[in-house]
């Protein structure tokens, strides 16, 4: 053993360093979340359950049942059912969507013409219920509270304002914390 | 000072282990096949289909002599979807979110791939700013395909934090890619004639820290695994699968790339915004599952190159290509423009009208030439497609590679040509 290891011993040198390591978690920011206590916000591109938008002068929901989405589809998941009011509006007597055949391919709100479905931030979907998963023109509906409100002002294009964070570190997931 | 702390050079230890030659290898897989002939006494051993490091749900069965496999029968098609025979249902628009859940790890590559096809096949131009777009998520697919891929790998052969360490890198691309295109890996977000959506604000600042923050993060990779003893051992001179083997068995990609052959489609057939961009093709020439390792790490720091030189050149403009014939029209212009809602119907209700013929177009997907052919019969929808996945061939050249191996060397060789069996079984 030569002397430069007996002082490197005496000295603890490695086991310094390694701790450095070890010890450079406590200082800097950490990167997981506690779940269910704290939430990340996902981004306003993010594509989420639907939810059918209400008309805010009518009261009634702003879906003209034209069929785009149930045909774009690509796992068929929409059914929707058209029907006239007295007013002469086309207007949907019934909008299912089935979850559980949904790939969230965002087509559905792509192609509608007049920014009726939209994919919200909600995704927790787990449940112990598959009806839970079926839809219907009252629950979608519902769910508009989930939309955010840049939507209603502009809708889909760089409606949403950048979720901040342009300033957070890459290590960190400030910018995404509610 | 301890013989023990030293870091073992590349160049000290390959003299410490022979590197067998082409003419070894060949005799040595003549001798398992002999021995396998001549003796009764081997112990089969099925390996999968819920194995952790099969990557999926493929099945090997070993033939074992003692620790030395003699053969392997793989087995395949536990993941079978059968989505060719979907797309033969659905028009060109619907079929871009069956092929993000091929290779599921690198999504983006696969609606790339695609679109490309359909776009060479009904003569669609994509606007420069749609490709640059594209550039950049090919790139950050290909970043979080080779972070995982190092995380599995290395698990693979022991280690449980480092597997964390990837994890939490390949965070960060997901990130960008949620911010970009609204879903960590099913993204969905080409178009035949561009991508979905233009950047959002703020992405550039973002994409420019992980792309800064993470050669760095290689570096510290490469501290850890390149001159560690037992990764070394383990990695180096194993699993040795020669360029004329390449060959034979279509194996492309990064496997390929540690053989020696700089055969990369962003070279070789440019597509997107390839041509425009400086960068080199990783090469190494060992051929093994350390240089395969090599390889990977040095197309991380090119994607960080190709993804700089993309954002400080983007050009402005259209991201999809105002073509009413095939695809589909800007969301804000649909709510506007009278004509972009004709054309909003039109494509859903007719689809894109593709003329009849056929194409193939290939691409340099993360985990090699992934190949889309289309035939087509006219109208909306293909009578034929099929894809040429990358992990269909490495998996069948499962067998070549690790026949004379040892046992304990397969789950590392079969790590090191990076399967995926969404993409493999399809």
């Known amino acids: ?178 | 000072m301890d013989a023990g702390h030293d870091l073992p050079t590349p160049d000290a230890a390959a003299g410490a282990t022979h590197r067998p030659t082409q003419e070894e290898l060949r005799e040595r897989k003549a001798r398992t096949r002999r021995h396998l002939e001549r003796t009764g006494e081997v112990m089969t051993l099925s390996m999968g289909p819920q194995h952790p490091s099969t990557h999926g749900v493929y099945r090997a069965v070993l033939d074992l002599d003692g620790e030395v496999v003699l053969a392997v029968r793989p087995e395949i098609g536990n993941l079978h979807r059968g989505v060719e025979k979907l797309c033969e249902y659905r028009t060109y628009h619907q079929i871009i979110p069956l092929t993000d859940r091929l290779d599921y790890i690198s999504g983006f590559a696969m609606n790339h791939g695609f679109c490309e096809a359909a776009e060479k096949l009904m003569g669609v131009e994509v606007p420069d700013r749609g490709r640059y777009i594209r550039t950049i998520a090919h790139e950050l697919c290909r970043l979080a395909n080779h972070i995982l891929w190092l995380g599995t790998h290395v698990m693979d052969l022991g280690t449980q934090t480092f597997f964390c360490i990837c994890f939490r890198d390949r965070e960060y691309v997901l990130d960008l890619f949620e911010m970009l295109t609204g879903a960590r890996l099913t993204h969905s977000f080409c178009r035949i004639g561009g991508v979905a959506k233009d950047l959002p604000d703020g992405f550039d600042q973002r994409c420019r820290k992980v792309i800064d923050f993470l050669p760095k993060r290689v570096a510290e990779y490469e501290r850890i695994i390149k001159h560690n003893r037992i990764y070394y051992k383990r990695a180096k001179n194993v699993g040795i699968f020669t360029a004329e083997d390449c060959y034979a068995w279509r194996v492309t990609g990064p496997t390929l790339r540690s053989a020696g052959v700089a055969r990369d489609l962003r070279k070789d057939e440019p597509y997107a915004a390839y041509p425009e961009v400086e960068f080199e093709v990783a090469v190494e020439y060992n051929a093994d599952v350390y240089d395969r390792f090599l390889v990977r790490m040095k197309e991380i720091r090119e994607s960080c190159k190709i993804i700089r030189q993309c954002l400080d050149n983007l050009p402005d403009g259209p991201f999809l290509a105002p073509d009413a014939g095939h695809s589909l029209p800007v969301k804000k212009n649909v709510l506007r423009d009278p004509a972009a809602m004709i054309q909003d119907f039109y494509q859903v209700f007719r689809g894109p009208q593709a003329p009849k013929g056929e194409v193939y177009r290939g691409i340099e997907a993360p985990k090699g030439e992934m190949g889309f052919y289309i035939r087509s019969e006219g109208g909306s929808k293909p009578a034929r497609v099929h894809f040429a996945t990358p992990s269909f061939y490495h998996g069948q050249a499962v067998p070549a590679l690790v026949e004379g191996e040892m046992v304990a060397d397969v789950v590392a060789i079969f790590a090191s040509v990076d399967l995926v069996l969404g993409d493999c079984d399809r």
Not at chain 1, 145 to 154: M, N, T
């Open chain 1, 1 to 178: 053993m030569g002397l430069v290891d007996i002082v490197k011993k005496g000295t603890f040198v490695d086991i310094l360093r390694g701790m450095s390591v070890t010890g450079t978690y406590f200082v800097v920011d950490k990167v997981t979340v506690e779940y269910p206590k704290e939430k990340l916000h996902p981004y306003p591109r993010f594509r989420g359950v639907q939810a059918l938008l209400t008309d805010p002068e009518t009261g009634d929901t702003k879906c003209v049942a034209c069929m785009l989405c149930a045909t774009i589809c690509p796992s068929r998941c929409i059914s929707i059912v058209g029907e006239q009011t007295p007013d002469g509006r086309s207007h949907p007597a019934g909008f299912d969507l089935d979850l559980s055949r949904c790939v969230f391919c965002g087509f559905c709100e792509e192609v509608c013409p007049e920014a009726a479905i939209v994919m919200t931030r909600q995704y927790e979907l787990a449940t112990f219920d598959k009806n839970d998963l079926y839809l219907d023109k009252e629950r979608l509906l519902a769910n508009q509270v989930y939309a955010h409100k840049e939507l209603f002002a502009h809708p889909g294009e760089r409606g949403a304002p950048a979720p901040a964070a342009a300033g957070a570190a890459p290590g960190t997931q400030e910018g995404r914390r509610p």
